[in-house]
T-cell receptor
Framework: GAGVSQSPSNKVTEKGKDVELRCDPI?????LYWYRQSLGQGLEFLIYFQGNSAPDKSGLPSDRFSAERTGGSVSTLTIQRTQQEDSAVYLC??????????????FGEGSRLTVL | KQEVTQIPAALSVPEGENLVLNCSFTDSAIYNLQWFRQDPGKGLTSLLLIQSSQREQTSGRLNASLDKSSGRSTLYIAASQPGDSATYLC???????????FGKGTKLSVKP
């Protein structure tokens, strides 16, 4: 597609439910990133994919968070047993990033998660 | 650990003014620095990318400079317009981290 696409754009869920957030990167982009932006806070790095592998999972806040990427394209961020503190905007970005080089990051519009 | 600071946190100027946004980072071993714009309720839009070997980049009314040794970057906006109102974010990439480290942004308001 023309840009990074994220779905759903808005998700309201009850505490304790699982949610899945989807990111469809720009075609051909090898690197994919997930960030979280809480109200009044900066962007918090969650996880980074190069192809289908995740060299850096250091930002995942707890074992309730997981992410996968298949076919070097679409990625899914899963949050299990959601808590109110998980409420935030989850942003995905992609980049054309051959090994050893980092290119410009392009962001999606984000998925706004509200946990009641 | 890399830290990125943006000053000021908020800025209000009248239309037509030239302005400078500041970004500083603690670890000068970066690969590149990127400036973004974020409108309320939206994602981030890339404005300028400066590689570590470069000193500045220009796009239209925007000019970004990079001084790696002192850990600083500035974003210069010429002849500001109300449509420039947004939050401007600075981010640095350090190869060992595999991700961009963001500042908290400067919220710019340009009054007509």
């Amino acid at each position: 597609g023309a840009g990074v696409s994220q779905s759903p754009s808005n998700k309201v869920t009850e505490k304790g439910k699982d949610v899945e957030l989807r990111c469809d990167p720009i075609s051909g982009h090898t690197a994919l990133y997930w960030y979280r932006q809480s109200l009044g806070q900066g962007l918090e790095f969650l996880i980074y994919f190069q192809g289908n592998s995740a060299p850096d999972k250091s930002g995942l806040p707890s074992d309730r968070f997981s992410a996968e990427r298949t076919g070097g394209s679409v990625s899914t961020l899963t949050i299990q047993r959601t808590q109110q503190e998980d409420s935030a905007v989850y942003l995905c970005a992609s980049s054309h990033q051959p090994q050893g080089y980092t290119g410009e990051l392009f962001f999606g519009e984000g998925s706004r998660l509200t946990v009641l | 650990k890399q830290e990125v600071t943006q000053i000021p946190a908020a800025l209000s100027v009248p239309e037509g003014e030239n302005l400078v946004l500041n970004c500083s980072f603690t670890d000068s071993a970066i690969y590149n620095l990127q400036w973004f714009r974020q409108d309320p309720g939206k994602g981030l839009t890339s404005l300028l990318l400066i590689q570590s070997s470069q000193r500045e980049q220009t796009s239209g009314r925007l000019n970004a400079s990079l001084d790696k040794s002192s850990g600083r970057s500035t974003l210069y906006i010429a002849a500001s317009q109300p449509g420039d109102s947004a939050t401007y974010l600075c981010a640095v990439y350090g190869g060992s981290q595999g991700n961009l480290i963001f500042g908290k942004g400067t919220k710019l308001s340009v009054k007509p």
